[in-house]
């Protein structure tokens, strides 16, 4: 046998022995983690999670052997999951788990909601009404009713009385934390409004010796984050925006929000507000002559960002801040250097513009 010959054949046996290992090695790690086990385990997929990050999962919770090969069969055979709740097996091969959330074999039929923060109770109830046969007056009407607020506060310690005062518009405005949640179809609106102000409560309860520090009970705090939520919007200091506020409260100034009289004449950021509205007076409105410190309550929900800024605010001397649109955010003592930094950003098209 030629020695060319002999070559050919030692490189076709070398890599017929790769390809066969190769093959080996995938269908191994693609093999059940345990064929002889019945144990089950629930396994959550959220709306929107990437495979990648799916099969890391899978293998944390040792459901599958190699979340790298059930990466490469995904490209082979490509899909998107669905989110849902399911139960998946010890003795399921990983491609057995992967036809399984791609096709939707899920054990519970849910429902999946997501709340964006700075936005106002009536958003909230939009959004649970298009996923639920409920529509939007009847949840403001739940959301709006004494016996279960009533309840709500005697279960949960972050609300408390003061939601209850004569001119707050909404007593929950402020209370239901914005996340993802997942809900059973059938779930009702106490469950769906209980989720929201119990993952609230969870998220404040670490701060409850922080939160009475500066002189403001947990109302005063939610009342205070809101507004942050809306007028940092466009800011990366989110602490710094809040030591502003406090100076002003500090100094007997009003807070001089346009966004808490926004919420008090019930228009939306799209509008313009008349010299009338800022002036207006009610328990709301920190533009006008009546309030002079915060207003009697929240506005919107608010991020645990704009909530733990209202308890830790930035300590300085500041008294006015303006972000521009890339979110740096400046900061001044009086307002004639504050309107020249105003000026200045409109001037160079770095205005923030709040969408």
Known sequence: MKKTTRLILAFFTSLIVVILAGYI???????????????????????????????????????IKNDLTLKVYSKLHPGVAKAGRYILYKNMSATEIYDAIINGKVTKDTVWLTFVEGKRLTYIASVI???????????????????????????????????????????????????????????????????????????????????N????????ILTLASIIELESAGSTDRKGVSGVFYNRLKTGL??????????????DFSKDL??????????????????????????????????????????????????????KTYFSKDYNEHAKIVSDLKSKGLWYVYK
């Open 25 to 63: 090695y995938f269908a191994s790690s693609m093999s059940p983690i345990n064929k002889n086990s019945t144990e089950a385990i629930e396994f959550i997929v959220k709306p929107g999670t990437p495979l990648v990050i799916l099969f890391k999962n899978l293998k944390e919770a040792k459901l």
């Open 129 to 211: 009404a298009k996923k639920f046969d409920y529509n939007e007056e009847d949840i403001i009407k739940k959301m709006d009713d004494r016996d279960f607020i009533n309840k709500m506060i005697d279960k949960y310690p972050v609300l408390t009385e003061k939601v209850l005062q004569n001119g707050i518009y909404h007593p929950l405005e402020g209370y239901l934390f914005p996340d993802t949640y997942e809900f059973e179809s059938d779930a009702t609106l106490e469950e769906i409004i209980e989720t929201m102000i119990s993952t609230l409560d969870k998220k404040v309860s670490k701060y409850k010796s922080e939160i």
């Open 213 to 220: 520090a500066n002189g403001y009970d947990i109302h005063d």
């Open 254 to 267: 009003s807070l001089g929000s346009d966004v808490t009289t926004y919420y008090a004449v019930g228009k």
């Open 274 to 327: 008349t010299v009338n509205e800022l002036n207006s007076c009610n328990g709301y409105n920190t533009r006008g002559q009546c309030v002079k410190g915060l207003p009697i309550g929240p506005i919107a929900s608010s991020s645990i960002e704009s909530i733990e800024a209202a308890i830790e605010p930035t300590n300085h001397e500041y008294l006015y801040f303006v972000a521009d649109k890339y979110g």
